[in-house]
């Protein structure tokens, strides 16, 4: 069973096999974590990014999917870049943002990583509510079939924490 902490701070500071990128679907870098992994990891990050565009993902990485590249100047050994929904009033997107999680921790696996940082994907720009955000992530997690032995959920302020902190129980 993977072994779930929490961790108020910065991603970009986390000793880990991978981190995980809430991307926006360009892979091209962008604002929040997204923008801070690729600022603190350097060029390498943004250049495996372009390659993949020119490769596999022409049109972008859909949402709820993910995929790997290196990490850089980072401390991991790689990023694994997913896309999460953008929450709604309207329509029920929470499978998606499950696929995040499922998806980054089935690459994880790929790659042979036994520790991953996890950011509370969509719940900033994206809007989700972080208490649902919370909920889904740890239910995810808690329930995925992964090698994954220890993952961090490494959020950046005291109400993210304290959400996440409600879900773990």
Same mark, same amino acid.
């Given at each position: 069973?993977?072994?779930?902490t929490l ?8 000793h880990?096999?991978?981190?995980v990128?809430?991307a926006?679907?360009?892979l091209?870098g962008?604002?929040?974590v997204d ?5 603190r990891?350097?060029?390498e990050i943004?250049e ?10 022409g ?5 709820? =999917?993910?995929?790997a590249?290196t990490?850089? #100047?980072l401390? $991991?050994?790689?990023v @694994?870049? +997913?896309?999460?929904?953008? &929450?709604?009033?309207e329509e029920?997107?929470?499978e ?7 998806e980054?921790? =089935?690459?994880a696996d790929?790659?042979?990583a #036994?520790?991953? $940082?996890?950011?509370? @994907?969509s +719940?900033?720009?994206y809007g &989700?509510p972080?208490d ?7 239910e995810?997690?808690?329930t995925?079939r992964?090698r994954?032995?220890d993952?961090r ?5 005291a109400?993210?924490y304290a959400s996440f ?5």
């Open positions: 069973m993977v072994r779930v961790v108020q701070g910065d991603i970009t500071a986390e880990v096999d991978a981190i990128n809430a926006n679907s360009s091209l962008g604002g929040g923008g801070a992994i690729h600022r990891g350097g060029p943004l495996a990014c372009r390659s993949l565009r020119r490769s596999h993902y049109k972008g990485l859909p949402t709820g =999917r993910a995929v590249t990490a850089g #100047r401390s $991991a050994e790689w @694994i870049h +997913t896309v999460g929904p953008v &929450w709604s009033r029920d997107r929470s998606l943002l499950a696929s995040c999680y499922r980054s921790l =089935r690459v790929e790659l042979g #036994r520790t991953v $940082a996890f950011p509370a @994907i +719940t900033g720009v &989700w972080m649902d955000g919370a909920r889904i992530a740890v995810t997690v808690r995925a992964t994954v032995e993952v959920f490494v959020l950046f302020d109400a993210a902190e409600a879900a773990l129980g």
